[in-house]
């Protein structure tokens, strides 16, 4: 699996970014958002039951990474068909404020190494990626277990400290001194 000081793979994949007829589809890849970090989260499968449950809480705080000059990219290896489909269909989806990735030959999820080796779908992965395409964070959960974009959001601001952050370190607090 990437890791911590890898950099984040080349890729070239669709995503939704609108419902609008016309304006559904757009291609995404590692150089889009160039200066900006980007934070790339996958969920196993579309139309199922955790996965928008994190994917709305992720859009809800949009701005918040926004904020941060974070871009929000969420990804699966459905296709985004499917993803169009789905946005359409959940009312939680429908004005999502981030492109749906859609990895349809696995490419990228295999190239992370976060492919359930059974399911062969992607594991709920979240990576934080600098601007210059390092990865600064990875969590990676089962395919049963959502995540917190409350944490993700937390080491996002500890990483752009540049600094030492203790343990539940919260934007604004004090940082750590080396004596």
């Given at each position: 699996m990437k890791t911590v000081r890898d950099r984040f793979p080349e890729f070239s994949l669709q995503a939704v970014v609108a419902s609008d007829p016309g304006k559904e589809f757009t291609p995404v890849t590692d150089q889009s958002h160039p200066g900006t970090c980007k934070v790339v989260f996958f969920w196993p499968m579309d139309f199922t039951f955790v996965?928008?449950?994190?994917?709305?809480?992720?859009?809800?705080?949009?701005?918040?990474?926004?904020?941060?000059?974070?871009?929000?990219?969420?990804?699966?290896?459905?296709?985004?068909?499917?993803?169009?489909?789905?946005?359409?269909?959940?009312?939680?989806?429908?004005?999502?404020?981030?492109?749906?990735?859609?990895?349809?030959?696995?490419?990228?999820?295999?190239?992370?190494?976060?492919?359930?080796?059974?399911?062969?779908?992607?594991?709920?992965?979240?990576?934080?990626v600098d601007p210059e395409g390092v990865i600064r964070h990875v969590s990676v959960n089962d395919l049963s277990v959502g995540r917190n974009v409350d944490e993700v959001l937390r080491v996002l601001d500890a990483l752009q400290t540049d600094e030492l952050c203790p343990c539940n370190w919260q934007k604004g607090e004090k940082t750590l001194e080396v004596a």
């Open positions: 996965c928008p449950t994190e994917i709305a809480a992720f859009g809800a705080r949009e701005r918040d990474f926004r904020d941060r000059d974070a871009q929000v990219l969420g990804v699966s290896t459905d296709t985004h068909f499917v993803h169009l489909a789905w946005r359409r269909q959940h009312p939680d989806l429908r004005n999502l404020p981030f492109p749906m990735v859609a990895d349809t030959k696995r490419e990228l999820a295999t190239a992370l190494g976060i492919l359930h080796a059974d399911e062969g779908v992607a594991l709920r992965a979240t990576f934080i």
